[in-house]
């Protein structure tokens, strides 16, 4: 059977809720001003989300190894940021070939203990000095649109008049109950302090005020000091995953 292009957000919604935890990202991308930005391609027992809005174009992977394998075989895409989970890397084999892959672990917010600091919003007038920040180390803001300025759900630290951290969230949805916090980073002479905490602590009390339960973020499995970090105030992880820039290894 060929895939099938859905557009019916009840019927995305009612197959991303069976696996909700790993689902995070995707259900908040069922928000207008996100969902326009989205291709969800399915088969029997198996969705893809191609998400469009950023230039690494994540592609999220619900399913069995089977019907994934499937649905990855016909997807119109040559490339993108892959996600899948431990048990279905079987599905993309000879499919798609990760340049990069990552080891990542799920988080969400169990017993939240946050940790106290000065922290101060951040908006779209803030995005210059943000992406200068993310410059200053590898890998920093490799998820961040401006867009993501408009939840109002950044917060960072300064160090006199320059911003040292930041926090904020890749998407959150308050229609869906989902936040993923994200684009956490400290500039490097500024790590060891404990700001990665304060500034995601201070984004993740905004979430909830904003009446957003499920929360969670991603880490790479060998940060154990971020880890570490986030376990301190409360994250707990869920499942490990991979995730990289991919491209196929056969033409569309």
Not at 28 to 47: I, M, R, S, Y
Not at 120 to 142: H, K, M, Q
Not at 238 to 247: D, L, V
């Amino acid at each position: 059977m060929p895939p099938i292009q859905l557009t019916n957000k009840s019927e995305i919604r009612r197959l991303l809720n069976a696996d909700r935890d790993w689902s995070l990202f995707a259900l908040a991308d069922l928000d207008d001003g996100l969902f326009e930005h989205c291709d969800w391609w399915t088969v029997p027992d198996a969705l893809v989300l191609v998400f469009r809005a950023i230039s690494i174009r994540p592609i999220f992977v619900l399913g069995d190894v089977r019907p994934v394998r499937q649905l990855l075989a016909a997807l119109p895409v040559g490339s993108g940021y892959l996600n899948l989970k431990s048990d279905q890397l079987a599905a993309a084999e000879g499919i798609f070939r990760y340049g990069k892959r990552h080891e990542m672990r799920r988080m969400i917010l169990d017993t939240f203990e946050p940790r106290t600091g000065e922290t101060e919003a951040l908006g779209a007038v803030d995005c210059d000095e943000i992406e200068r920040l993310y410059s200053t180390g590898d890998g920093g803001g490799i998820a961040f649109a401006p867009y993501q300025l408009e939840t109002g759900l950044f917060r960072g630290i300064r160090r006199g008049r320059e911003l040292v951290a930041v926090a904020g969230v890749h998407v959150a949805s308050r229609e869906e109950g989902v936040a993923a916090l994200g684009n956490i980073f400290t500039r490097p002479d500024c790590r060891g302090q404990g700001l990665a905490q304060i500034a995601t602590s201070a984004v993740a009390l905004a979430v909830r005020r904003a009446g957003v339960e499920t929360i969670g973020l991603n880490v790479e499995t060998s940060n154990t000091a971020a880890i570490h970090a986030y376990e301190h105030i409360g994250f707990r992880t869920r499942f490990s995953y991979f995730e990289g820039p991919a491209s196929r290894t056969d033409a569309v």
